[in-house]
């Protein structure tokens, strides 16, 4: 068997989401997340991703390489173990000092996060001009690279779900809600009342924080947006991304990995 596939790897703060990519291919064949554990061991890692290879009939032996890229250190060691040791392929970690497809005008770009450049690195190649990247994850991010292929930098504000959670944890009389669009901007009950505010709260966070992007740089970005929330806000508000990239980070490493193969 031929070992040609490539397994990328995205750890989050809240989520580790895998992909496997065929020989020449764009788009992953297969993709899955789980949540990002630190007491998780290597081989219970190994055993998750096998189980789930083995429901699309994937043979772990057909994997050939693999990346990584990751905002929770102390996880990577349990990340390359387990690549080592169940597909037997040593994983490539994304960082600032590997081939990336831009160049960065930061003075600290170490402080960049892996997800960042990996998210830079999809917009550059897949999605060429002046953009602005956002990401809604457990941060919400916001990274800026022009027509030069240069990474200016960006913005960083708190995480849709982590500030829900944040909030019914610390306010007694208000319940867990689910992110999603209420039918009138006035609630009519707390729940309703909580999505309200949550779901315009955060479009005017995005549409203020890409107006002021632009005007400050006087620059027409055009938007990219990626991270799971954000098909929601734009089933409803279509005026704010320009381009919708679920898998975006995963076609990030596949691109990575090609470039630093």
């Not at 690279?145 to 007694?172: E, F, H, Q």
């Amino acid at each position: 068997m031929k070992k040609e596939k490539l397994l990328v790897i995205d750890v989050g703060n809240s989520n580790t989401v895998f992909g496997l990519f065929h020989p020449g291919d764009k788009e992953p064949k297969f993709h899955r997340r789980s949540v990002t554990k630190l007491d998780r061991t290597s081989d219970e890692l190994g055993v998750f991703l096998r189980a789930f290879l083995k429901e699309e009939e994937i043979s772990p032996w057909s994997v050939g390489s693999a990346i990584y890229s990751s905002v929770v250190p102390p996880f990577n060691p349990i990340v390359e173990r387990m690549v080592e040791d169940w597909f037997g392929v040593k994983p490539l970690s994304v960082n600032y000092k590997i081939n990336l497809p831009f160049s960065i005008e930061y003075p600290r770009p170490f402080e960049i996060g892996a997800d960042r450049l990996v998210n830079a690195a999809a917009s550059v190649q897949l999605y060429p001009g002046n953009s602005i990247i956002i990401d809604l994850g457990t941060a919400t991010t916001f990274c800026v690279v022009n027509s030069k292929n240069v990474y200016l930098g960006g913005v960083i504000a708190p995480g849709l779900k982590i500030s829900m959670d944040a909030l019914t944890r610390n306010a007694a009389q208000l319940p867990p809600i689910v992110f999603q669009p209420p039918e009138k901007i006035i609630g009519s009950s707390t729940i309703e009342a909580l999505q309200s505010g949550f779901f315009y709260g955060w479009v005017g966070l995005l549409e203020h924080i890409i107006k002021e992007i632009k005007q400050q740089h006087n620059t027409d970005y055009k938007v990219i947006g990626t991270g799971g929330l954000v098909s929601t806000i734009n089933n409803v508000h279509k005026g704010i991304f320009n381009i919708i990239d679920p898998l975006l980070t995963l076609k990030g490493l596949e691109i990575l990995f090609q470039m630093n193969k």
